[in-house]
């Protein structure tokens, strides 16, 4: 189920209601403004997706925002190639709840699924 997509010039985003419920808890918590989607070059396949929280401060014209009644999401401009039509969501894995990034644009996933290549 999407929640939420955005369109600036066609890429998109979306986050289930499971991690909806779960990230708006965390940013609730930690008494931020929303979160920051974004990667960064790391791990053994070359990238790595980042969810930072974000203040009022930290916003820049750098970010598209995705906004919904419970949950405010940024994603960076540099980002946006690597994470069109990704989906955010949130799975039970034992006692855990997991944030798990469905992207189509990649290509190769390590074993920990800790970085991706596109």
């Not at 070359?46 to 419970?70: C, N, Q, R």
């Amino acid at each position: 189920m999407t929640v939420m997509t955005f369109e600036p010039n066609n890429p998109s985003v979306s986050v289930s209601e499971n991690a909806r419920i779960y990230l708006s808890k965390n940013i609730q918590n930690k008494q931020a403004m929303g979160l920051c989607f974004s990667v960064k070059k790391s791990g053994c396949n070359g990238f790595k997706y980042v969810l930072d929280f974000i203040d009022d401060t930290d916003v820049s014209e750098d970010l598209v925002m995705i906004k919904d009644d419970k949950l405010t999401l940024y994603v960076t401009q540099e980002a946006l190639p690597y994470v069109n039509g990704t989906e955010i969501d949130c799975v039970t894995e034992g006692l855990n709840q997991v944030i798990k990034f469905i992207n189509p644009n990649s290509s190769a996933e390590c074993g920990c699924g800790e970085s991706f290549s596109v």
